[in-house]
Antibody, heavy 122, light 105 residues
């Protein structure tokens, strides 16, 4: 059974940093692209970052590019999201997701974790 | 690519055939997925590549469409289908629609 368990969320002041983690199990982690998707309170979903199987390629939307860094440790079956220069608009539930790919291009998310809440406020 | 979902709120009766719409600002080339999100839960994949049913999803869910216009159909609405449904495109960038909230009348 595929399991994705996020951790590391909490309350952080604007401008500070936070690092999220996701522990994966039930599949061969190193074979899959992985991603982070967020959802602001009572809002829709927003893709935040994607990383290739080896970690050599990463993808971000403009809203977080230069502030967020996605990384992975295949030996530990773990995914990470380093979030710097946090803003109030980054307040959201952050989901770790397994992402399918085609021709090395990220496609849809087929499994999601339960999410971790990040609140950016003074 | 921007995705527009309609309606934003849909109320239907148990047993009804329900249709949700998702329109792209550009051609999506069938690179579209549908997700179901129940209150307090993570999204669940229902449909990928516009019309492929994810393993374990009931056959009353189906997807169709082409070009810029796509549809999620529930053939016979069940009480457990109450949720918000999001479409998502991966043809050009990675973007979600704003969702359709489905209620039981």
């Amino acid at each position: 059974e595929v399991q994705l368990v996020e951790s590391g969320g909490g309350l952080v002041q604007p401008g500070r940093s936070l690092k999220l983690s996701c522990a994966a199990s039930g599949f061969t982690f190193s074979n899959y692209y992985m991603a982070w998707v967020r959802q602001a309170p009572k809002k829709g979903l927003e893709w935040v970052a994607t990383i290739s199987t080896s970690g050599s390629r990463t993808y971000y939307p403009d809203s977080v590019k230069g502030r967020f860094t996605i990384s992975r440790d295949n030996a530990k079956s773990s995914l990470y999201l380093q979030m710097n220069s946090l803003k109030s608009e980054d307040t959201a539930t952050y989901y770790c997701a397994r992402q399918r790919r085609y021709n090395n291009y990220p496609h849809y998310f087929d499994y999601w974790g339960q999410g971790v809440m990040v609140t950016v406020s003074s | 690519i921007q995705l527009t979902q309609s309606p934003s709120l849909l109320s239907a009766s148990v047993g009804d055939r329900v249709t949700l719409s998702c329109k792209g600002s550009q051609n999506i080339n069938n690179y579209l997925a549908w997700y179901q999100q129940k209150l307090g839960e993570a999204p669940k994949l229902l449909i990928y590549n516009a019309n492929s049913l994810q393993t374990g999803i009931p056959s009353r869910f189906s997807g169709s469409g082409s070009g810029t216009d796509y549809t999620l159909t529930i053939s016979s609405l069940q009480p457990e289908d109450v949720a918000t449904y999001f479409c998502y495109q991966y043809n050009n960038g990675l973007t979600f629609g704003s969702g359709t909230k489905l209620e039981i009348k």
